[in-house]
């Protein structure tokens, strides 16, 4: 049927038209802005998905920016501890002068002195806006260590971040003190002696550390008649058990710092006892300490059943007040101006050299650390932009050519419109 009224193909047409120039413009955009997806109305379900990466993409561009900073701050920290260690190694080479007894040991005191102020120097500026990871002596809890943003975890509906935690290693030469009262003080907190057994496990993994609780090592030697070793050389107490007073006073203890684990400070205790040891001359025959993870392991090769020496960890809770000292604390005792100073110096020298080598190894891994984790981060961030692309980005080739397609069909719709148009004419050749 023919109507003047109504067109069908005229409006068949003109729908047709209409939808392809919808999708030329759609075209032309996805070719103005190189996106497929440039906003909701374009595809929801894609657009909402391809903004949650993009949020993503941005967070990881800020933890990468924290791995540069933490990396930058680690990298001050053990560039400090490697030039700390080069003046220790410098310090060594004056006390080894020293055990000369015809050098002038007042000046070669002198060079020890200049070389600790420039050790100070070092600790006190090795910061990284506003971090210093040579300093370590605070009591706070959570002070001993900094925390570095290392990556975002995005889960079902929630994200979480997660950080890298890097411990300080203080380089310091300040001193430290035990208190004389005060705090709860427990004396034989784990002890053994060595009789004809002659080797002891002080196993010190059940005590807690805190910072600024002290822990002391402390021997009793008995040998009445001083036969096989001399009774008062090895007693640092007057009596079997060390008092609080007695610790506060003694040379073999530390105070922890925040961090330490109880292996730390078996390795500090065994330090001060080594110093102790050079200081006074005492033979690794008669009593030798070893660190064996979180315990000392103590022997004699003449201890029997009458001669013996009684050992025992000690310890002050940290609300005693003590003071805690700084790592490099043994160089303020070096003195090498007498022969004794200058023999217990080459043994407090060279545990303070091991101490400054293992803080510079620790950082240099840690900086290891932080390299790998930036990255696997750029990894996931250049993924994540990829993955944004796959969904956003319109493919050019195939854009262009749908382009010319749809302007020919845009063509033939118009000439089909323009013929639906024309039909109605026919209808007046009826009337001639």
Do not use: C
Not at 229 to 255: H, K, L, N, P, W
């Amino acid at each position: 049927m023919s109507s003047i009224l109504t067109n069908e193909g005229a409006t068949t047409a003109l729908a047709t038209l209409r939808n392809i120039n919808a999708q030329i413009a759609q075209t032309q955009n996805e070719i103005s802005t190189g996106k497929r997806t440039a906003d909701p109305s374009s595809n929801g379900a894609v657009w909402s998905i391809s903004k949650t990466m993009r949020a993503d993409i941005a967070g990881f561009k800020t933890v990468s920016a924290s791995l540069s900073l933490g990396q930058a701050t680690l990298s001050v920290a053990r560039q400090g501890a490697e030039t700390i260690t080069e003046l220790l190694s410098d310090m060594k080479t004056e006390i080894v002068a020293s055990q000369e007894a015809n050098v002038d040991r007042s000046k070669i005191q002198n060079k020890i002195t200049a070389l600790r102020e420039q050790i100070d120097g070092i600790v006190a500026t090795a910061a990284f806006n506003g971090q210093n990871l040579l300093k370590n002596t605070e009591t706070t809890a959570g002070s001993g260590v900094i925390n570095v943003l290392g990556s975002i975890d995005r889960g079902e509906g929630s994200v979480s971040s997660t950080h890298l935690t890097f411990n300080r290693r203080d380089m310091g030469t300040g001193v430290s003190a035990v208190s004389g009262s005060g705090g709860d003080y427990t004396e034989d907190a784990v002890t053994q002696t060595l009789n004809a057994t002659q080797s002891a496990t002080l196993d010190m993994s059940s005590l807690e550390v805190e910072a600024g609780a002290a822990f002391s090592f402390s021997i009793y030697g008995t040998d009445a008649n001083d036969s096989t070793f001399t009774q008062d050389d090895y007693r640092t107490t007057t009596g079997a058990s060390e008092t609080q007073a007695q610790m506060a006073t003694s040379e073999i203890s530390y105070v922890a710092r925040d961090g330490d684990s109880i292996g730390d400070v078996a390795k500090a205790l065994k330090r001060a006892w080594d110093d102790y040891a050079a200081g006074y001359d005492l033979s690794t025959d008669v009593l030798d300490v070893q660190v064996s993870g979180e315990s000392l392991v103590v022997s004699s090769t003449v201890t029997d059943g009458t001669d013996t020496i009684r050992t025992a960890i000690n310890t002050l809770s940290a609300d005693a007040g003590s003071t805690i000292g700084g790592g490099l604390e043994a160089i303020g005792e070096i003195d090498v101006t007498d022969n004794t100073g200058a023999a217990k110096a080459l043994s407090q020298i060279e545990g303070l050299i091991n101490y400054a080598i293992d803080a510079a190894a620790a950082f240099g891994s840690d900086q290891g650390r932080i390299e790998t984790q930036s990255e696997f981060v750029g990894k996931i961030t250049a993924t994540l932009q990829d993955g944004v692309g796959q969904l956003e980005d319109a493919d050019m080739e195939d854009t262009s050519a749908r382009l010319q397609a749809l302007q020919v069909q845009q063509q033939l719709a118009v000439q089909a419109l323009s013929i639906a148009n024309a039909a109605p004419r026919q209808l007046l050749a009826l009337f001639r």
